[in-house]
């Protein structure tokens, strides 16, 4: 078996090598919002998993990826799992739900977690979207918009100023 933190620097060795390449741009809106966050301590952060009702758009475009497996998750969430050994020794996503997130083209891409999180952030990197929102730190300068709060309520707040600063904007 790998270790863990051999997985994490050939993890941020293809996120460096991601983000050199030309980025996805699109002016084109989809419509579509992605979130990625920490399962770790699911119910603090209960809140971001109805973002889409704040924003103003449909349940459909609006797709959750949990980085690990949560303790409890409501069964009404229809919320991707990406757990550590679904990534292959090269980075390589092998689950066919997260292959499909990363298809996806989103107008905005909201991510939330910590910062030893290399798959979160490997997927992040990868994620096709106008606009990455994040929490800091963000260690490999991945986000558009990096949100400097450790607070979930002050986070969202920030994240739907954005995001609505944005849609005018466009």
Do not use: W
């Amino acid at each position: 078996m790998i270790s863990g933190k051999l997985k994490n620097i050939i993890c941020s060795n293809r996120i460096k090598r991601h983000l050199r390449k030309e980025a996805f741009s699109s002016n084109r809106n989809s419509g579509k919002i992605g979130l990625i966050i920490d399962a770790e301590n699911f119910q603090s952060k209960r809140g971001l998993t109805d973002l889409y009702k704040l924003i103003g758009i449909k349940k459909e475009s609006f797709k959750i990826v949990f980085c690990g497996i949560p303790a409890e998750m409501a069964d009404e969430l229809n919320a991707d799992i990406l757990i550590p050994r679904e990534v292959s020794i090269s980075g390589k996503f092998k689950a066919e739900a997260i292959r499909n997130f990363l298809q996806e083209d989103f107008s905005f891409l909201i991510c939330y977690f910590s910062e030893k999180n290399k798959i979160g952030s490997l997927l992040a990197a990868e994620a096709n979207a106008n606009v990455k929102i994040g929490n800091s730190p963000d260690e490999y300068e991945i986000y558009d918009v990096e949100v400097q709060t450790k607070g979930i309520d002050v986070f969202q707040e920030e994240v739907l100023k954005y995001i609505e600063i944005l849609k005018k904007n466009n």
